[in-house]
């Protein structure tokens, strides 16, 4: 029996497992048997939660966020985030500026961190921070703790791998040693040191002239603040009105041993690096069709480096001062050989700097200004040691065409590279003078009168051609006190002196007021060249040659009575009084010149301290026998009698500063008039010269102190000739009425009756003397008091009291005031008893006036009259 066939569909469909197929990259769905853990959950809000309602009162930036925020933020990985950060910081800063004063030394440990910032745009961000808002607002605290804070951190940055940081670093350093200048004492040998680090490594970065200009300048400011280089960067700032700290060093400090000679060290080993750096630049000079600026302001950085280090260095070895060179060991005593001979083998060789091909004119005036700086430090080099005569030529040929202006300088900019660089060379003129440098004494002389009269007014290079010429005033004067003036190179020198001096006035002029501090400069040589003339009699003649052309400088009186002041009204007060000091050295003052000062002290614009100090000099003057007696005394009556007064009628115009001022000019004057000698003698020569102004009816002030000068000088008996007494007879009448008008008794309700009859008893007491001494000259004044009751053409002597009717009642109320006055004199008193008869004429011509039947008197007019009378019948008891 055979076997039954399986059934093929069963065969088929009896499979264990399934498999499934499934699409590349479709997600596999999880196993049945996985447990979920996926948890939902709902927000969970709760009131009064949020970040706003945590910062409430604290300050924050326009994000919102707080100081504290902000500093963490410094710190963060991302570099947009430290950037937001520090903008951040300064907006915070300017719109809360309480907030900087409450956390600046915990906002400066942590900013410090970001001087040496991997990114250009951070560091560049926090030096905008500490520049515009952190350091100025620090300039009332604690400046040597912030400075404790940074510079450590300025000093890592400086040792940085990356050199855009390094030379950064050297930008805070400039701006930390702007902010506080005496910070560098305390660091200057580690920052020397760090400077010459980076400029040993600048093969690396040469291609990037901007970071290595950037990095020079700030070692050029850095020499600056040198003590012993204090004196050439003065000269810089002589222009400004208030000059900045230009040096750090104390004095006790920069010239310790160690001290000194570790920063003369460090001096001396940066010379071969900077020699170096520069000779790398020179072939760009031949290779290159114009000089580019960044690669100039290298050069010229590294040239006035080695300049300052030069004078540093000359300090340590000046062996004619008490400098620290002795004290410093033989290691500062040989710099000035290693210094030398460094500069001499590898810039003196390149000097001049010319290139191959044609230049423009501005890349000439560039190289004319590094040429300059050579010639500078050459001729520092000169002082050390005696360098070849035929190399010495070539550096003062070079010297003279520059001060010729032969070295095409025609470009403005250049222009001013130029004077700037020249300055500095011209100090060297006295030392080549003094030496006697053969025939270019001549040549030199003759390119400095040209440079000193072609600059411009007011110029650094004007200054300089000043203190150039007062340093030649020394070896001048020797030369002429060895009576050494036979030699042609010396009456050469004269002849350039003689040339000074009379170009003097003429550059006052010229600088007016607009150029203060250079005309200051001006009056202190022209007082040196005085005080030496008063030494030396050869220097007389061409000192007294200056006064005939400092009168425009003073006042010009023009025809017309016209009056042209010059410059000396307007300068300060300090020039003023150097002008007036070298005054007195002019071994005699003409009467043009006396008068130019007088119309100067008549001037409402001048100072009264001024006035009084004119008066002082001109008084020593004329003691010392350098002015004439009689212009003296011409000088005194004009002042007196011009002298301009309030004109207004009120016992304000005594108490008005002018009167004061001439009440006491005169009283100084009187006091002079009797050191002169013999009175009488002096009364006779101002006696004619007064009475013919009494005439002209000057100010009630005027006349009072015209009439002291008389008085102070006159005695009892009186030496006034017949003719002035009768003159005066005439006059002293209306001037006692017009006293006692301007000033009448109880007329200021503010003002005492004491004070009133003290100023009324200063206009008539010099009168009182005179009656005194003259009994004929109270007579006459009686009688035309008398006469002036009735006399209709009785007129003011004076302008202050034409707002006053002038008729018979105020006339009857003057002479009743002047009489009373007299009365109340005890010495007058007696006088007037001799007198009784023209009193009496007085008092009758009152009761005529009053018992007349004029229809145009009023009574109350008359009431005053009848007045009047009752106390004049009191002098007659």
Known sequence: MTRPKPNSKKHRGAVDFKKIRRKVGRKLPPPSNTTNTEIKSKAIVLPEQSVAAEKAGFAVNKKGLTLKELLQQTSHHNVKVRRDALVGIKDLFIRYPAELKLHKYASLEKLRERIGDDDKVVRKSLYDLFKVVILPGCKEDNQELIISLLMPYIFNAMTHLAVDVR?????????????????????????????????????????????????????????????????????????????????????????????????????????????????????????????????????????????????????????????????GGPDVAGLDVTISSAVLKKIIPHFPLNPVHHLSERDYDRLLGLNLIIAKIFFHLNEWMSLPPNLLDTFLEFFENAMLGKLGRAAQPGKAVWEEHLVQLLPFIPKFISHGTSYWTSRLLQAFTQTFRESKPGSLLKLACLSAIEDMLTPIQNLLSMDETSNPENLELLDALLDWIRYLPMLLIQLGDKHPSCSQVALRLQLCIGQRALLNSSLVDMYDSMQYLLQDFYCTCQEGGHVSYGPFLRLPRESQELSLCSLYYFSYLDLPILKSLACCCLSADLDPYVLFRTIEILHSAYRDGHIKIADYLSVFITLVSRFKVSPEISFAGFKHPLCQTLKSMTTVLCSYMTQMGDNSLVLQMIEKAILNQIPQKPSLDNSCSLLRMLVIVDSKPTRLSEQSIIMLGHHLSEYMMNAVQCIPEGGDEQETPSIQSSAQHYYLLPCFFMFDRCHKLMSLVLKRMGSAITESSFSPISDKCTQHTWNSLIRVNAVTSVLLLMHKDAKLQQIMSLFNEDIDNIIQKVLSLQSSERKSMSIEERHKIQCAFEQLQILTE
């Not at 580690?190 to 950037?214: A, H, P």
């Not at 010379?271 to 630049?281: A, G, H, Q, R, Y």
């Not at 290159?288 to 080695?306: A, N, R, T, V, Y």
Request: glycine share 6%; charged share 25%; aromatic share 10%.
């Open 167 to 327: 030379i950064m670093a050297f930008d805070f350093l400039d701006l930390i040693l702007d902010f506080y200048p005496p910070s560098f004492s305390s660091y200057a040998e580690k920052i020397f040191q760090n400077y010459e680090d980076i400029l040993r490594g600048n093969q690396y970065y040469l291609e990037d002239k901007g970071k290595l200009k950037d990095a020079l300048a700030g070692l050029v400011r850095c020499l600056s603040l040198l003590p012993w280089n204090k004196g050439e960067t003065d000269l810089h700032n002589k222009g400004d009105n208030g000059r900045r700290v230009l040096h750090a060093f104390d004095i006790d400090m920069s010239t310790s041993s160690n001290g000194f000679s570790c920063i003369i060290k460090k001096l001396k080993d940066l010379v071969p690096v900077l020699i170096n750096s520069f000779l790398e630049f020179t072939p760009l000079i031949h290779s290159m069709e114009s000089l580019e600026g960044k690669c100039f302001g290298c050069m010229s950085s590294i040239l006035q480096s080695i300049d300052l280090i030069v004078r540093s260095i000359s300090y340590g070895t000046d062996k004619d001062s008490e400098s620290p060179c002795s004290q």
